[in-house]
């Protein structure tokens, strides 16, 4: 069983890594409550993303015996953000790239987390999500457009509405890149505005982790 690391952020919250090289049909039988989770089993994706799938809801689970015994089943609220019943309090997030699921869970807070490999991609798409000082923050690095852009996803994932306008209402401030650090990142919305840690790393050559827990101001 390819259970890379299971870690501890926090008294209430723990953080956990899977590397994907196992089939479909030898993570079937790491799920409780199959029968749940064979209902709601995405249909017509391809063999990655059905392991992917699979891995993230396994990972989830390993990630609540570290903090409950009491069953539960992971469900997806209007949002499509993960969430266990059980736990109204907590957040639970969950992300996959390439070989890789992450995966973050509070019993008490809100939670967001992204994993990407990096890829010219991140680049390319860098206009359309990027503020202006973040587009110079970032120059010709493609390390730190993917961390821009995952760090984002986190803030997203955190915050779970629709609509959002990333490079407007999702933005993080000027950063030097480390192998391993923290950025501040400001969710900006109508009437309210908050700012968050973002802790971020670099988990597997040629992949960034990015992910927060909580809320640190808000005003």
Known sequence: MPLHSLSPISHTAVLGLWHLTEPAEELWPLLPAQAHYLARFPQGRDELRARQWLAGRVLAHQLLRELSDAPATLHNDENGRPYFPELPAGGVSLSHSGEWVAAVLSAQE?????????????????????????????????????????????????????????????LLSPFELREAGVLTGHLLLENSRSQHQIQYSQPSPGYILTYTVGEIVSQ
Request: aromatic share 8%.
């Open 110 to 170: 809100a939670v967001g987390i992204d994993i990407e490999m990096i890829r010219p991609k991140a680049k390319k798409l860098a206009h359309r999500v990027l503020a202006e000082s973040e587009l110079a923050n970032a120059g010709d690095d493609a390390v730190k457009y993917c961390l821009y852009w995952s760090a984002k996803e986190t803030l997203y994932k955190l915050h779970s509405r629709r609509g959002l306008v990333f490079k407007e209402q999702l």
